[in-house]
């Protein structure tokens, strides 16, 4: 299950989980669009992997199953 994280690690923009603006690596390191696609390339800082689109989540399957609500920090530089 993802935990649908709610920032971008980059720029802590909010990603609610029915954003299309979500990416997503295979660790579920999440970025916006802008970040994911601009300021990195389109790979992750932390593993190294592509991005994908995050997988909205919304209705009785958000609520049976929440989205995190801890915002995660990038301890480094995003570019």
Same mark, same amino acid.
């Given at each position: 299950?993802? !935990? ?5 690690? &980059?720029?802590?923009?909010?990603? +609610?989980?029915?954003?299309?603006? @979500? ?13 994911? !696609? ?5 790979? &992750?800082?932390?593993?190294?992997? +592509?991005?994908?689109?995050?997988? @909205? ?20 530089? &995003?570019?």
């Amino acid at each position: 299950m993802l !935990e649908l994280r709610p920032n971008c690690e &980059c720029c802590d923009r909010d990603l +609610p989980p029915g954003s299309t603006e @979500a990416m997503i690596c295979s660790f579920e390191c999440t970025f916006c669009r802008s970040c994911a !696609e601009g300021k990195l390339g389109n790979l &992750c800082p932390n593993c190294g992997g +592509p991005f994908s689109q995050r997988p @909205a989540r919304l209705g009785k399957m958000l609520e049976r199953h929440p989205a995190k609500s801890e915002r995660t920090p990038r301890n480094k530089a &995003c570019a």
